[in-house]
Structures are given as C-alpha cells and as structure tokens.
C-alpha cells in the first residue's frame, strides 16, 4: 500500500511558500525557511567558533613563544604579515627558468677552474723574498764595546737593494685587481652551487613518485636550498 501512496504523491501539487504581501514590498524578499536554515547554521558556527578562541584565549600561556609572534604585526588595528626574506634571488629565478641543469653545472665548472688558476697566480705572488742583510763584521778589541754603538754601526753598513717604486705600485694595482675578481667569482660559483642545489632538489620532489609527499624540514633561502625529507618506503 506505501507503493501507491507514494506513487500518489508523485504526481501532487508542490505547495510553495507565499510570496512577499504587496503592502510589505518595501520591506524586500520575504525570508523562506531554507533562507531561515542557512542563516541559522552561519550564526551556530561562528557562535561556536567564538567560543573555542574564548577558551583557547583563557588557557593561553602568557610565556609561550611562537614565530608567527615575529612574522606578523599589528598596524591602526589591522593584522598584516611581515614580509618575509625569498626563497631565490632575481638571478636565480632567471636561472631556472631559462636554463637548465647542464648549463649550470657547466658554468660552475669554468668558475671553479678559473678560482684555481687565480689562486696560483696569487700564491706565487704573495711569495716574500727576504733578502738577507749582508752586516761587516769588526774585529773586536780587548776593550769593552758599547752595544748601542756597534748596533748604529752595523744597521749603516747594510746594503739597501735598489727598488721601483713605480713598478711596485703596478705590481700592487694588480695583485689587488686579481683579488677583486678572485672575490666576485667566488660570489658567482657560490650562486651557482646553491641553484643547482634547488634544481637537483626541485627534479626530485616532482620526479620521484611516492605514496606519501616529502616532508619539508626547512625553508629554502637566497643562499641555501630547501631540505626535504622522503618516508622510507620498503621495495618489494
């Protein structure tokens, strides 16, 4: 009998709620019941979500210290998030996304051969050719000699080797232009280790295929990559 009922009720007149009076239109849509519903479960959640900060508020530890405590700020009453320092530096954004892998470690290579080639160049330059003071010795008579004397005697008779000055000062210009550049290909091979340490880093989180997603341990910066960690899976 419950069949026929509701093959009955199938073919029923939808009753539908009454429309907003004509003397209330002023007043605007009149509220349905499932407007009623929407409106009342809003007010429940955040009625319940005031009540959990309300707790959280009075079981907080006045001494506990989190980092967001430094990562944001408040201004005229308003919340903002401090900016933080980037992961990659315009350089290296260029980098990744205009070359690849090969190309960097190529030119770290060259770096690093041209690093070396400057060191030796400078090694051998920094290279102190001590000449030794040629002193003429006296002989001493039975009488005693004044130390300070024989000292004044000895530093006049020592032979001063003749020196450049100009050719000093060029030597000098240039021992320091090669350390200048020794410097900034140092700074160049250093950028170029640490992008294509987040390039190796990048290939494996999105090549190797596992259940669970790597872990990040630490947050990449302009001079070191990110650290990830992978679950331990067992092979079959």
Known sequence: MSVWKK??????????????????QHLGLLEKHKDFQRRARDYNEKKATLKLL???????????????????????GRHFEKDL???DTPEQIQLMKTQDLKYIVTKRTQEQRKIEKLQSQLHL????????NKHMYFEK?????????????RLATVELPDVN??????????????????AKRIKREKELAVTQQKLEITRAVEGKKT???????????????PVYVWKYERKK
Request: charged share 40%.
């Open 7 to 24: 093959a009955a009720k199938s073919n029923q007149k939808t009753h539908r709620e009454r429309h907003q009076p004509e003397e209330r």
């Open 54 to 76: 309300r707790k959280r508020a009075l079981n907080r530890n006045p001494d506990e210290f989190y980092h967001h405590m430094i990562n944001s700020k408040t201004e005229n």
């Open 85 to 87: 320092e980037p992961e």
């Open 125 to 132: 330059t920094s290279v102190e050719h001590n000449i030794e």
């Open 141 to 153: 008579s039975a009488e005693r000699v004044d130390p300070e004397k024989e000292r004044h005697q």
């Open 165 to 182: 000055l100009k050719a000093l000062e060029k030597a000098t210009r240039t021992r320091q232009s090669m350390y200048n550049e020794l």
């Open 211 to 225: 259940v669970l997603p790597p872990k990040r341990l630490k947050k990449g910066t302009t001079d070191s990559p």
